[in-house]
Every structure is written in structure tokens, then in C-alpha cells.
T-cell receptor, first 109, second 108 residues
Framework: NAGVTQTPKFRILKIGQSMTLQCTQDMNHNYMYWYRQDPGMGLKLIYYSVGAGITDKGEVPNGYNVSRSTTEDFPLRLELAAPSQTSVYFC????????FGQGTRLTVV | KNEVEQSPQNLTAQEGEFITINCSYSVGISALHWLQQHPGGGIVSLFMLSSGKKKHGRLIATINIQEKHSSLHITASHPRDSAVYICAVRTGNEKLTFGTGTRLTIIP
């Protein structure tokens, strides 16, 4: 039982490049989330999903896209990366308790 | 105003002290989570509450639904308890919204 697996752990992108952050959970949780955490700040919700085929925007969705084609996977897509997207990204899944991935430290230069 | 407010933002205490961290929220919730984030960045779930009180080892979490308030207590605090403690609320549409966290430092 791996829990929530998030990849990559680190990435450096150039301005304008695109990438996908992968998130997979093996607990059959319906609820999955993507957050970003800027230095010294709290977690802000980017997108969330309450089940396969259903996604919704959080507080800071601009510049990001998600899909949820299966219960297990919830990838986060960054199109046209900008320096403002430099942050640590966390994926989480939940049914009763919440479980988090290890985080992705993304730097856009 | 944030939907979830935590206090204090920072807390420094001596080893052995009793610690209280507070969380107030302004929306209707189905559950409240307390989480711990260590300096390395990993986040782990401590408690999920929908009513009453839960205890795990030296940690106790309480919630008062009428007052929209929860507290996390740590008894006999230890330097290894140093971390950021985060309150998160689950609303009816299953969104998890986080407070900004309380940075706890326990001095030996």
C-alpha cells in the first residue's frame, strides 16, 4: 500500500515550458486535491476532484489544468510556465483521513 | 477574511510545557483535520474530527461545532514535536481548505 505517490520530486522549468505533475493513489479514494505552498505560506487549493470524471477549481487555478480519467490518477498540467508558479506542489487524497504526496519542488527560471 | 484562521502563528515553548493551538472557521463543515508538516516538508494527518474529542498518545484534539472552533493540545511537549501544525476543514462540496499553520518550536 503505497498511499499517494507524486512525481517528480524536483523540477526546473524555463519560462514558457510545459509539464505534468503526476499523482497516483492506491487507496480507492474518491477525493483528490492539488495544492501549492509558497515559502512561509499555507497551502492553497489549485484544483480538486470528487471522483473520476469530475474536477473543480480551487482558489488559484489560473495557469493550471487537471484531468481525472481514473480513480487512481489526478495529474496536474502546467502550460506556459511562469516564475509565479515557482512553488512546492502537494497532491492529496482523502476519504476520511487525508494523505499527502511528498511534494514537488518546482522552480521556473 | 480567510475561512480558516489559526492562532498563534508562531509558538516557542520549553520542553515539557502544555501546548494549545487554536483553529476557528467561518463556514459549515463536515469534518476538520489536524495535520503536521515537518521541516523536510512532508505532511501527515494527525486527526480527523467531526465532533467531540480524540486522543492519540500525547496529542488531543477537540472540536466545538456550535462555536466553529477546534483546539490541538500537546502534553509534555518534546523537541521532536517541533513542526508546523495545520488545521483544514472539509466543506459540503468536499473541498479541503487549509489554515496558514502554526509554527511550533520546542526548546530543550
Amino acid at each position: 500500500n503505497a498511499g499517494v505517490t507524486q512525481t517528480p520530486k524536483f523540477r526546473i522549468l524555463k519560462i514558457g515550458q510545459s509539464m505534468t505533475l503526476q499523482c497516483t493513489q492506491d487507496m480507492n479514494h474518491n477525493y483528490m486535491y492539488w495544492y501549492r505552498q509558497d515559502p512561509g505560506m499555507g497551502l492553497k487549493l489549485i484544483y480538486y476532484s470528487v471522483g473520476a470524471g469530475i474536477t473543480d477549481k480551487g482558489e488559484v487555478p489560473n495557469g493550471y489544468n487537471v484531468s481525472r480519467s481514473t480513480t487512481e490518477d489526478f495529474p496536474l498540467r502546467l502550460e506556459l510556465a511562469a516564475p509565479s508558479q515557482t512553488s512546492v506542489y502537494f497532491c492529496a487524497s482523502s476519504w476520511t483521513e487525508a494523505f499527502f504526496g511528498q511534494g514537488t519542488r518546482l522552480t521556473v527560471v | 477574511k480567510n475561512e480558516v484562521e489559526q492562532s498563534p502563528q508562531n509558538l516557542t515553548a520549553q520542553e515539557g510545557e502544555f501546548i494549545t493551538i487554536n483553529c476557528s472557521y467561518s463556514v459549515g463543515i463536515s469534518a476538520l483535520h489536524w495535520l503536521q508538516q515537518h521541516p523536510g516538508g512532508g505532511i501527515v494527518s494527525l486527526f480527523m474530527l467531526s465532533s467531540g474529542k480524540k486522543k492519540h498518545g500525547r496529542l488531543i484534539a477537540t472540536i466545538n461545532i456550535q462555536e466553529k472552533h477546534s483546539s490541538l493540545h500537546i502534553t509534555a511537549s518534546h523537541p521532536r514535536d517541533s513542526a508546523v501544525y495545520i488545521c483544514a476543514v472539509r466543506t459540503g462540496n468536499e473541498k479541503l481548505t487549509f489554515g496558514t499553520g502554526t509554527r511550533l518550536t520546542i526548546i530543550p
